[in-house]
């Protein structure tokens, strides 16, 4: 973990802010590969009483859930990632699928007909005629 925090007394309030960063190992949400990254709190702000019998304040909770706030909701390890074939699971970022060469989900067969003679139908009328 890595910080740079200002401390200042403020009346009976300790006052800190600052930065905290702290690198973690996430996976990602398209490819399911373990990642390093880092998660900064730019903006660390958290006040606590004190009074005369304070001797520390322990902000061990305060940094653990500021950081925990800061980690993305989809952590993916770049811009560029492919993530996992929808079909058979294959990391994209590691090697090509061959589910598109293992033919069409024969499931849908007989709608691929339909669909092309309807589209064929359709050509056919919007042609005009000749004389």
């Known amino acids: ?6 401390v200042e007394l403020i009346g009976s309030e300790l006052l800190v802010r600052g930065e905290v960063r702290q690198r973690l190992t996430c996976v990602c949400s398209r490819c399911a590969e373990n990642f390093v990254t880092e998660v900064v709190e730019p903006e660390f702000v958290q006040s606590y009483e ?3 019998t304070t001797d520390f304040v322990d902000l061990t909770e305060e940094v653990r859930e500021a950081i925990i706030l800061a980690l993305p909701g989809y952590p993916v ?30 499931r849908w067969a007989a709608l691929d007909v339909l669909k092309t003679d309807l589209d064929a139908s359709r050509s056919k009328r919007a042609r005009p005629r000749e004389k």
């Open 1 to 6: 973990m890595c910080y740079a925090l200002k």
């Open 50 to 52: 004190i009074n005369a």
């Open 77 to 106: 390890c770049s811009e560029s990632c492919r993530g996992l074939c929808m079909t058979c699971g294959t990391n994209l970022n590691n090697a090509a699928c061959r589910c598109h060469e293992e033919g069409k989900d024969h």
